[in-house]
């Protein structure tokens, strides 16, 4: 089955420590990308990459960091949480030829707390 | 910059109802459309789409017309279900990504 699987769907923790958010796709996609959903703010795109090794920043960058070493991965890092990274996250890829026409797949998401 | 504008929520009908969301973009070309759903706990799920200029996308008795004149994308549904219920998002597609409306929530009581 095609998808997008992120881990871990639910996660607390404190403020300072660490964490990862993974994110893998089975469809062979090119373009991945993390968006941060908050209400009555939507849904906004951190960061995202076209292929492996080239990432860029999304509309709101800062207290994270990405990387896309292989194709099928896009973990989504957060060195030093804080209480304002508390949000609901999406990972999403589409394939490379469909980047400015296509849809976007996207994970059940994952729901951070930050205390 | 491009940017998304939907009507805010909640939206609260009786089962049966007709449906309209309302959808406006600002855009420099013609980037393609979207309607996402999601369901109570659930991610987002790919509703209809357009590519075009006058396109109607349709899926599960929904459907948005892509105008162009107006610069608009509304979302309508015929005859609603207590099973639609779920918040709304209008996005259109740039090269680096999609943009966001904020979301509508729809009730659907029976």
């Known amino acids: 089955e095609a998808q997008v699987t992120q881990n871990p769907r639910y996660l607390i923790t404190v403020t300072g420590k660490k964490l990862t958010v993974t994110c893998s796709q089975n469809?062979?996609?090119?373009?991945m990308s993390w968006y941060r959903q908050d209400p009555g703010l939507g849904l906004r795109q951190i960061y995202y990459s076209m292929n492996v090794e080239v990432t860029d920043k999304g509309d709101v960058p800062e207290g994270y960091k990405v990387s896309r070493k292989e194709k099928r991965n896009f973990p989504l890092i957060l060195e030093s949480p804080s209480p304002n990274q508390t949000s609901l996250y999406f990972c999403?890829?589409?394939?490379?030829?469909?980047?400015?026409?296509?849809?976007?797949?996207f994970g059940e998401g994952s729901r951070l707390t930050v205390l | 910059g491009d940017s998304v504008t939907q009507m805010e929520g909640p939206v609260t009908l009786s089962e049966e109802a007709f449906l309209t969301i309302n959808c406006t973009y600002t855009a420099t070309g013609y980037p393609s459309l979207f309607w996402y759903v999601q369901y109570p706990g659930e991610g987002l799920q790919l509703l209809l789409k357009a590519t075009k200029a006058d396109d109607k996308g349709s899926n599960k008795g929904f459907e948005a017309t892509y105008r162009k004149e107006t610069t608009s994308f509304h979302l309508e549904k015929g005859s609603v279900q207590v099973s639609d219920s779920a918040v709304y998002f209008c996005a259109l597609r740039t090269t680096d990504k999609l943009i966001f409306g904020t979301g509508t929530r729809l009730q659907v009581f029976p």
């Open positions: 469809m062979n996609h090119e373009y």
């Open positions: 999403a890829s589409s394939l490379y030829r469909d980047r400015g026409t296509g849809e976007l797949f």
